[in-house]
């Protein structure tokens, strides 16, 4: 069984995930649910032949020495994929997102209209932050796809892998992906300010060096795009600050508050009434008020913004989950089961 074969029976499922598991025949992730194909199990030969299919020397290299491996994948028919390498019981296994050929509309991604205005402004940082596999790089690369489409600039990103290759519409879009052609974030956000860039995306914020240098480039008059890794809006803030040694956190809060622009936090739901999944956003902005609040140190009290500011295309995840319970996209169940304070939901949903 080769890879190529697996990638092109996801394709034409409409899967949006694919696991090799040693033991099992290919697993995909169809609309949000796990199913199994029909098939042989797939043995640890198998597994090698793919790898072998697929990976350059020095991709190999790293994960015989690191036992783990995040790269793309590219075949002309099946497109691009993001392939993850981890073992099991002491064996290679595959975590593979199918990456999506054409970036759908903000409508058909059901991502609120406030996304449009964080893309047009002319710097500063955005963060898109939640969970692993909610659909955060797909609205990173529809930001950046906006962007390109409406102005005449310079678009350099930084991935881990790529996932969407964006033609040349107004911008110039340099994409670096770590290990192909960059190390690591890192040291790629050192020399990406002396290569003129009007936007930087960066695929995820994962240490105290790149998040540093995120803010420095927001500060100095670009716009920067993000990810992250936390439960909601707020947490962003803490997240962020924490990362430095407490002598730092002033100076860093300061930048923060210099900086931010907004955070986007993602969650995808199951749909009530057909397959598929339903994105539910929380949405920060950036307020004089909010400003303050983190220069202050005083990160409660940006909750209370987030609940006030509707009027700046504020939302709070409770009253997004209410919002796609009215409208019928999610059940009663999901809305109650997801939201932060339950009580409240029930209240205004009775």
């Not at 036992?67 to 099991?88: A, E, F, I, M, N």
């Not at 402004?121 to 906006?146: A, E, Q, R, S, W």
């Amino acid at each position: 069984m080769k890879l190529h074969t697996i990638l092109s029976a996801a394709r034409e499922h409409l899967a949006s995930d694919v696991h090799v598991l040693i033991g099992m025949p290919p697993v995909f992730r169809v609309g949000g649910e796990i199913i199994a194909t029909r098939g042989r199990p797939i043995t640890q030969d198998q597994v090698t032949a793919m790898l072998a299919e697929c990976l350059t020397a020095e991709q190999r290299e790293r994960l015989d020495r690191e036992w783990q491996l995040c790269c793309s994948v590219v075949y002309p028919d099946t497109g691009r994929v993001r392939l993850t390498v981890y073992r099991r019981n002491g064996m290679e296994e595959l975590a593979i997102r199918m990456s999506e050929s054409t970036l759908r509309t903000r409508e058909d991604l059901g991502l609120p209209s406030v996304v449009d205005d964080l893309a047009r402004l002319p710097n500063g940082l955005v963060i898109l932050t939640g969970p692993t596999g909610v659909g955060k790089t797909t609205t990173l690369h529809y930001m950046l796809d906006l962007i390109n489409a409406e102005h005449a600039c310079k678009i350099i990103t930084i991935e881990d892998p790529v996932e969407f290759v964006h033609s040349f519409k107004r911008s110039i879009v340099v994409q670096q992906e770590v290990l192909s052609d960059v190390r690591d974030y890192t040291s790629a956000l050192r020399h990406v300010l002396r290569q003129d860039p009007d936007v930087v995306a960066i695929g995820e914020m994962r240490d105290r060096e790149t998040i540093y240098t995120a803010l420095m480039a927001a500060e100095t008059g670009h716009l920067v795009i993000a990810t992250l890794h936390t439960p909601g809006a707020v947490d962003v803030v803490q997240r962020v600050v924490s990362a430095f040694p407490e002598g730092h956190q002033g100076e860093i809060r300061f930048m923060l508050a210099n900086s931010l622009q907004g955070v986007i936090a993602q969650q995808l739901l199951p749909r009530a009434a057909t397959k598929g999944q339903a994105v539910c956003c929380e949405v920060l902005v950036a307020t004089q008020a909010v400003r303050n609040h983190i220069r202050e140190n005083q990160t409660h009290m940006i909750y209370s913004e987030l609940q006030a500011g509707r009027r700046f295309g504020m939302v709070t995840m409770d009253n997004a989950l209410l919002d796609l319970y009215e409208r019928g996209e999610i059940s009663y169940d999901t809305a109650v089961s997801t939201a932060r304070r339950p009580d409240d939901i029930r209240r205004r949903a009775s």
